[in-house]
């Protein structure tokens, strides 16, 4: 189907629509094995924009071949040249910012303000990586008997598939890929089937950029179990990073033990918001917006347990509501949107089961509550005050436009409320006492903490989180690259 009208009428949206209904392998834009394809649904009406092709184990196969048939010659790439390329990744996707944000709104169904900003995130990781892609250095030393000089060197590990989510289709590709193209790995990336589009038009850019074909290769597939078990078994490939759900980032850890591939997974979180009565009200409010309703909610790192101290829950309760529900609701694209649909039907019944649960046992409803009539899959934005502990949405992700407010007393029972869970992504904190708040985030179990901020997200820093909520990091000023490659220790006699 023909979705080009809905895009900017330049070049950008022919090369999209040229390049956005085909499996990228080997630098080759074709159709699944068996010539099977997947719909791709607006969220904002429900209807059918494109198709996507379905890809196969036989496909999968294909892709691995080509990464491996490019592997040598990008491993032993000049950094510099490598650097160059994603440099220009970089700018390209900085100048086709509003063509490609225009098209996560369609697919996504995210406010077209939330897609821009994730552009801009999603281009940062090809400026930062191409910086660092010069800074790969090794170690040196002598051994303590005094026999030997030590010299560790760091080479690519090896061909990596990539598994992406729906939420950020830009941004989780790209915090990914340029990480491992920096370190000289080819890769196979899989994003999710209800956001392929943005995946494609992006893998047309980093041709354009000058990625050598069978570096990158993208492939979608309704059955993803099969095809991503018959890439990790495939001796081959040597890295799995995943985004995703906990539930089913176990499921892949489980398959990449079998064959002892390293595994890279940033999985789940439930992230509590805090609140001190000391703390600067209308700037926690401020950032309660933006931990909580960046993408609608539908974000790894969303606020999900307020936390606000007595003395100052009723006026935090009431200035939420107020903004919340003065949020404007529409189509993604909608300029003025700014609470876009949720991604499927599936998603909107989940939300809407934990919000009458919450109900059920006492919690308030201050706005919102009650799912949209009508096409598409909206969920209004909603506050629930004096949620129990006993909630299900106290210990399972939102995933939604759901702000859940609780009272708390002291330190230090906020601190054991906040790690009352099997989650340990993100945290957020306010406070007017940096003392109180740097004691609290040390005693919070979380990889990420936000102080008297409602944005933690950066290239420059390592993203990622502690128990149930991954393994390993991205981005940061080596974290990211260091998971793409492997130490090789030489002993030299002096």
Known sequence: MNISHQLEDDQDTADFHR??????????????????????????????????????????????????????????TAPRKRSEILRRCFELMTQRSETLATLISLENGKALRDARGEIAYAAEFFRWNGEEAVRITGEFGIAPSGTNRIVVDYEPIGIC?????????????????????????????????ETPLTAYALAALYQEAGVPPGVVNVLTTSNPGPVTAAMLAD???????????????????????????????????????????????????????????????????AANRIYVQSSVYDAFCESLARRMSALKIGAGPDAATECGPMITRKAVDKIDRLVNDAVARGARVLCGGKAGSGKGFYYPPTVLCDVPAEAEMAHEEIFGPVAPISRFETEADVIARANDTEYGLAAY???????????????????????????????????????QSGLGREGGQHHGIAEFMEAKYLAISI
């Not at 499996?23 to 099977?36: M, V």
């Not at 598939?161 to 790209?174: E, I, K, R």
């Not at 109180?436 to 820093?461: T, W, Y």
Request: with cysteine; proline share 5%; charged share 20%.
């Open 235 to 301: 001796p081959r490939v040597r890295k799995l990073s995943f985004t995703g759900s906990t539930g089913v980032g176990r499921v892949l850890l489980a398959e990449a033990a079998k064959h002892v591939v390293s595994c890279s997974m940033e999985l789940g979180g439930n992230a509590p918001f805090l609140v001190f009565d000391d703390a600067d009200l209308d700037a926690a409010v401020d950032g309660a917006m933006v931990a909580k309703m960046r993408n609608a909610g539908e974000a790894c790192t």
């Open 429 to 467: 904190i306010y406070t007017r006492d940096l003392a109180r708040g740097m004691r609290v985030a040390s005693k919070i179990e979380a990889g990420m903490i936000a102080l008297n901020r409602g944005l933690m997200s950066d290239p420059a820093a390592p993203f990622g989180g502690v128990k």
């Open 161 to 193: 598939v990539l598994v992406t989510p729906w939420n950020f289709p830009a941004a989780m590709a790209t915090r990914k890929i340029a990480p491992a193209l920096a370190a000289g790995c080819t890769v196979i990336l899989k994003p999710a089937s």
């Open 19 to 76: 390049f956005s209904h085909g499996l990228y392998i080997g630098g080759q834009w074709g159709q699944s094995a068996d010539g099977r394809e997947i719909q791709v649904v607006d969220p904002s009406t429900e209807a059918v924009i494109a198709t996507v092709p379905d890809a196969t184990i036989e496909d999968a196969t294909a892709a691995v071949e080509a990464a491996a048939k490019a592997a040598d010659g990008w491993r032993t």
